[in-house]
């Protein structure tokens, strides 16, 4: 029975690509000047899938990435690096 506050889950390799993913994610939409709903429409996605990738409610498949890095400007690669 898992306890209050304890999230499996979180302490595995799904965890820190999205908490890369949202950081470096964040940083380059602060470079161009994009809020989640710019990066969206620029990606032609819907804001959800992006407030999703950001919070840890959609795993970043290399293919979801493809199209919010290319809205950005950078390689899906560079979304998940450290």
């Given at each position: ?8 889950f979180r302490e595995?390799l799904h965890f ?14 602060a470079q161009e ?50």
């Amino acid at each position: 029975m898992r306890m209050a506050g304890e999230y499996p889950f979180r302490e595995g390799l799904h965890f820190i690509v999205t908490t890369v993913y949202r950081r470096k994610a964040q940083g380059f939409m602060a470079q161009e000047g994009k809020s989640q709903r710019k990066l969206a429409e620029a990606a032609s996605m819907n804001q959800r899938a992006i407030v999703d990738l950001e919070t840890d409610r959609r795993e970043p498949h290399p293919s979801t990435l493809e199209k919010p890095a290319e809205a950005l400007g950078v390689e899906p690669a560079e979304l998940l690096e450290d």
